[in-house]
């Protein structure tokens, strides 16, 4: 009968985990207690006594970047945000290089060049997603992250 007792006792506990491991439990994946970061593209703000507004990297980014060359007009859009309206009619809102500056009223970039209002400027960079953080810029949804900027003779 002590027998019986225990192989019945184990026959029960076998079942049980039997039919713990045999039923599909569906469970919410596990996320983590932190959400992802999202791409960071850290700005100031450089205004001209003018008050024409540069915007300028200020650290790393880590945002996309989808390199190419724009050629087009360099203006300021109507809030004074510097901007280029490419051959094509596109317009996109420029960030330049840590460092940048004016003089004047003219773009001086760290590597000594400059370019102003008016002119038929090349410029390397990057095309960059939307960034709030330029929402001072009527144009902040389509950013052009310059590296080299230089004046298309006429």
Do not use: W
């Amino acid at each position: 009968m002590k027998y019986r007792t225990r192989f019945g006792v184990a026959a029960a506990i076998a079942l049980t985990l039997a039919s713990c491991t045999a039923t599909p439990q569906s469970e919410a994946p596990i996320q983590s207690a932190s959400p992802k970061a999202a791409p960071e593209m850290p700005i100031d703000l450089v205004v001209s006594a003018g008050g024409k507004k540069a915007v300028v990297h200020s650290g790393p980014s880590s945002a996309p970047e989808f390199k190419g060359r724009l050629t087009g007009s360099l203006l300021s859009d109507g809030a004074g945000c510097i901007t280029v309206r490419a051959q094509d009619g596109d317009t996109r809102t420029l960030v330049f290089p840590e460092g940048t500056t004016f003089k004047g009223e003219s773009v001086a970039l760290p590597d000594g060049s400059s370019v102003s209002d008016g002119t038929t400027v090349v410029l390397d960079g990057a095309s960059v997603p939307a960034n709030e953080d330029v929402s001072m810029c009527l144009n902040y949804g389509r950013l052009f992250s310059v590296e080299k900027a230089s004046v298309q003779p006429q």
